[in-house]
């Protein structure tokens, strides 16, 4: 079964920053698209950054745009997320998934938009106090 394992998650001040990692196991890690959300209690979940695992492509919402860096450890299955200049609008349950789409015409961008990965991880807290 696959697994997704995030870490790094906290509390920090408004101008803060904060590292995530999500590391999958089990999983063949290649030709896929590694994605971070994140979820806020009543609302939808939203995509925040993705990135095709054996490309260099990657990709931000608007709202982290500059902000926010995703990167990866293809050696190790590790994803990242650095988080800089930290918003209390950025506080949330951000959550790692994953889906392979080698081969297929998906993109990693409709996914991010349509949150329609294979697999999930349980998520670590982010909270940004002003």
């Known amino acids: 079964q696959v697994e997704l394992m995030e870490s790094g998650g906290g509390s920090v001040q408004a101008g803060g920053s904060l590292r995530l990692a999500c590391t999958v196991s089990k999983y063949t890690y290649g030709g896929s698209c590694m994605a971070w959300f994140r979820q806020v209690p009543g609302k939808e979940r939203e995509g925040v950054a993705v990135l095709y695992t054996s490309g260099s492509f990657t990709y931000y919402d608007d709202s982290v745009k500059g902000r926010f860096a995703i990167s990866q450890d293809y050696a190790n299955n590790t994803v990242y997320l650095q988080m800089n200049s930290l918003k209390p609008e950025d506080t949330a349950m951000y959550v790692c998934?994953?889906?392979?789409?080698?081969?297929?015409?998906?993109?990693?961008?409709?996914?991010?938009?349509?949150?329609?990965?294979?697999?999930w991880g349980r998520g670590t807290q982010v909270t940004v106090s002003s």
């Open positions: 998934a994953a889906k392979k789409i080698w081969g297929s015409d998906v993109t990693c961008v409709s996914l991010l938009n349509s949150r329609d990965m294979s697999y």
